[in-house]
């Protein structure tokens, strides 16, 4: 299994992970345009394991210059329980760290239990006294 960075050409590959994993939504932010955006506004922070050719895990990172942010850390099913997530979500921190970044949130959906345990099981700490509040200036359901 190779560890690599996130390239536009992955596109295509991480659609289709995305498409077949349980609890993961598809929005218009997941568009070719609006990934290659992401990747070259976050260099070095987005990373996917292949197995052979076949992408099996990825993670998108990012960072507003104060915190991080984690998005679409995913494994393929058949691949998990082998530390393949925690590598992902550990090289981002590293990398972030050394940006001078020390904290970092990832939003998961209340009803993705697997994905919600897995990140209570590394130590994260599921936030209670924030709320979460999205505006959308577009027109799509689904931006």
Not at 103 to 109: A, D, R
Request: glycine share 6%; proline share 3%.
């Amino acid at each position: 299994m190779n560890l690599r960075p996130m390239l536009p050409t992955d596109h295509t590959d991480l659609i289709r992970l995305f498409k077949t994993t349980p609890g993961v939504a598809l929005r218009d932010a997941d568009s070719y345009e609006a990934t290659v955006r992401y990747i070259e506004r976050n260099p070095g922070l987005n990373f996917i394991i292949e197995d052979e050719k076949e992408i099996i895990a990825c993670v998108m990172c990012g960072h507003d210059g104060r915190r991080g942010y984690l998005q679409h850390l995913i494994v393929k099913p058949d691949y998990r329980k082998k530390g393949l997530g925690e590598k992902l979500f550990t090289v981002c921190l590293s990398s972030l760290r050394q940006l001078g970044i020390d904290k970092t949130h990832i939003f998961v959906f209340k009803n993705n239990g697997i994905a919600n345990s897995f990140w209570q099981s590394k130590g994260w700490a599921l936030r209670d006294d924030v709320n979460l509040y999205s505006y959308t200036s577009s027109n799509s359901a689904n931006a």
